[in-house]
């Protein structure tokens, strides 16, 4: 069983919708969580990043983290075509860790 | 300013061939990273090196070895291809002290036949 798992989807909502993405985890030890955003044939980018417990918002994208129920998610308002891609997840335990990731979901949002 | 880049970006190998995958950065990150991503799996971590000198084994070790050469560059070696290793690898690396965002090369896309 992986460290990190995830909904690997395809997941396909009309433009508008709010998304919700999400990661559940079995290492305690984790304490920096990640979102990463994939356009096809292209290397991740790094869209969120959360230390420890508690939300973070930027512009249409919220990131939560519930380590005692070892649960990431990811939300997404007023989604966009634009917004189509695979995002992954990814955890660390500490610095120079190992980096492990999700197996990403794809998301579709059409117009 | 190149960032991360992997060398090359595509090969096709015969089954029991051996080639080694090229990444170079000029970030002057201390963490080097290397992936390789099957649809459906994500990315499954194959070695990592914390700083210059250092190497561990990730999550899919087998049938790779890797050489940091130095701090700039992190060389992963297929000795004896086989079909299952057909994937497209990548190449990523972390500033130490920042500990967040790792960037990425483009990717290498390998097939095995």
């Known amino acids: 069983q992986k460290e990190v798992e995830q909904d690997p989807g395809p997941l396909s909502v009309p433009e508008g919708a709010i998304v919700s993405l999400n990661c559940t985890y079995s290492?305690?030890?984790?304490?920096?969580f990640m979102w990463y955003r994939q356009y096809s044939r292209k290397g991740p980018e790094l869209l969120m990043y959360?230390?420890?417990?508690g939300n973070k918002e930027d512009g249409r994208f919220t990131a939560q983290v519930d380590k005692s129920s070892k649960y990431i998610s990811l939300f997404i308002r007023d989604s966009q075509p634009s917004d189509s891609a695979t995002y992954l997840c990814?955890?660390?335990?500490?610095?120079?860790?190992?980096?492990?990731f999700g197996q990403g979901t794809e998301l579709s949002v059409k117009p | 300013n190149a960032g991360v880049t992997q060398t090359p970006k595509f090969q096709v190998l015969k089954t029991g061939q051996s080639m080694t995958l090229q990444c170079a950065q000029d970030?002057?990150?201390?963490?080097m990273y290397w992936y390789r991503q099957d649809p459906g799996m994500g990315l499954r971590l194959i070695y990592y090196?914390?700083?210059?000198?250092?190497?561990d084994k990730g999550e899919v070790p087998n049938g790779y070895n890797v050489s940091r050469l130095n701090k700039r560059e992190f060389s992963l070696r297929l000795e004896s291809a086989a079909p299952s290793q057909t994937s497209v690898y990548f190449c990523?690396?972390?500033?130490?002290?920042?500990?967040?965002?790792?960037?990425f090369g483009q990717g290498t896309r390998l097939t095995v036949v």
């Open positions: 990814a955890m660390k335990v500490n610095q120079g860790g190992k980096l492990i």
């Open positions: 290492n305690s030890a984790f304490q920096y």
């Open positions: 959360t230390y420890s417990s």
């Open positions: 970030m002057n990150h201390n963490s």
């Open positions: 090196s914390a700083s210059e000198g250092t190497t």
């Open positions: 990523a690396t972390i500033r130490l002290e920042m500990n967040t965002e790792a960037f």
